[in-house]
């Protein structure tokens, strides 16, 4: 009942009319991001993010989980009309996306992913809703070795599903470690690696960094891809509703993708690019006819539109009941957690039950909205991508530019950022990711206090990790998950990886 | 040389980079009592082997580097034209920095002189009233107020 009163409890708090105009504001956002090619919603939020220091942080965090499950809804869009995926997760709706649009069927094909988005995201709210209390609860037994094993195993399962080999991922996690140690120490007070500049003192900041590698970068890349005209298909006003014989294909795929794509989700790493693929292959394997897959068949816009909104939702349960963050946007809604003094993880639900429950009913609302902002608007969507991006990119620059100043009104913030911009492309050129960088970045001061505090406990024997059965535990899956690809390769994650084109992510 | 060989070549100097830094002059501290460097150390050691299984991988694998986009003419002028903007930024102030910061790279890949000049304008205008003046974001002022 605990669970009810607490579900109650936040839609009170969210259906207060300032929290409903973030909410709006965030999915809002949310679907333009995902319209629109070359900026994704890790760089968006952490654009957004200085613009809400000012507001209750229920609002604030409202409104940034809006932009990214938005994304998700507006990233089919394009994918659709313009067999350009305007957000990572939509690609593979473009294979029978945009094949159904050639055929006239733009509308249904765009009804379903609004549909099937809205039930996936519904559906993985709920699960979310029953099972994040209970793992909080779990979560509270946790000592500091257990939360040093278990980010040790977050870190490997995140460098498990990489694209590249485990090697370079383990690389990025790594620099990502080092690049967290920078600032304060926050045991001894001691600076550390600032090399004498100021805005080193605080830290690396996680916003300039990400605006960096997944804003900057983007467009630098961007910019060096022909610009090739595409014909854009003139969005359809009516018929957007799929028909019975289309709901009857759908219904099963839907499911299936909310399945897959909740569980990839809640996995670090494994994401709503993975969760898509994954669906689309599963519905492909299932289906009757697997040689028409690619031809337009609605199976196989419905799976992966599910699968990405239900891995989205998925990856606010290690946010909410650990602390951990499973992709690049959950780091960043950790750091907006805590630029407003909160301590996401098991406590959160004990110390900001408005935050906790706040966050969870606004994806109940935000999924409704969605649904009745996408399908109507879907017109002037199609319409904003007629923008040519030689226009679009000096203003997404210019954004970057102006939010990586407003966090501390200084400069300093935005070398930072351009640094890393020019970092981000050279690791993409030398085929490293930036995920498992910017992840290990948020979590490795937790990772290292928690370490040394286990090392004092312990009075200096570090079978403290080994002894603890828990802890055992996660150190145990790790080593396994480092063994594993020794003997069989990464089969199933290659695979995945290799129908994902490269300027994708 | 191929890519994997000089990157994880520079895998290593980051990694000497902060186990030095890490052992020498922030301290190791003893297990029980791990001082400041002590996870960077860890951390600067884990590297350092990691860029030396990549380097021993690269070696069988001939790949040569192609960075041509370095030197294409649009890579630079974004790069440069961003870091001149924050150089910049606080000294001739917002709007003048804007406008010229749009007008340049509009240029880059649009229309003619008067259309890129224009849009230029609307934009770093409305970008100065939808920050400054509606956000309140703190923008620095030029010479000339704004």
Redesign the interface.
Known sequence: MEIFQGLLYGFQVVLQPTNLLYGFIGVFIGTLVGVLPGLGPPAAIALLLP?TFSVPPVSAIIMLAGIYYGAMYGGSTTSILLNVPGEAASVVTCMDGHAMACQGRAGPALGISAFGSFIAGTLGVIVLTFLAPSLAKVALSFGPPEYFSLMVLGLTILTYFARE?M??A??MA??G??CG?VGV?S??G?Y??TLGVPVLMDGLGLVPVIMGLFG?SE???N??RK?EKQEIFAPPTKGLFPNREDWRLSTLPILRGTVLGFFLGVLPGAGTIIASFASYAVEKRVSKYPERFGTGVIEGVAAPESANNAAATGAFIPLLTLGIPANAVMAILLGALMIHGLQPGPLLLKQAPDVFWGIIASMYIGNVMLLVLNLPLIPIWARLLRV????L???I??FC??GS??IN?S?GD??VM?IF??LG?LMK????EGAPLVLAMVIGPM??EA??QS??L?????TIFFTRPISAGFILTAALLFVLPLLTRRKGVEKAWESVPEESE | MS??L???LL?LA?AAF?SI?GFIS?KLG???????????FL??V??GL??L??IL?SLKKKDS?S?S?LK?S??LL??G???A???L??KIGFVTI?FL??FL??R???KGWLVSAA?ALV?AVS?YAL?SLW?K???PAGPFGF
Do not use: H
Request: charged content about 15%; cysteine-free; proline content about 4%.
């Open positions: 613009s080999s090697v370079k383990l690389m790594v620099v470690l080092l140690s120490d045991i001894s001691r550390r690696f900057i467009v630098l890349l910019l060096e610009g040519p991006y030689a226009i990119f000096p203003f620059l210019l530019l102006i100043y407003s009104n400069v935005g070398i351009w911009g020019v492309y050129k030398f085929d490293y990772m290292e370490m040394r090392l004092i312990s009075a200096g024997s570090a | 890519k994997d000089i990157s994880s895998g980051v902060f830094e922030l003893t297990l029980s009592q791990p001082g400041p460097g002590f996870f960077p951390g600067g884990a590297l990691l860029s299984i990549q991988k580097l960075l986009g294409s649009k890579f974004a790069t034209a961003t870091l903007y924050l150089l930024l606080e804007t910061f749009l790279l509009l880059l890949e649009y849009s934009g970008s920050f956000l974001t703190q923008l």
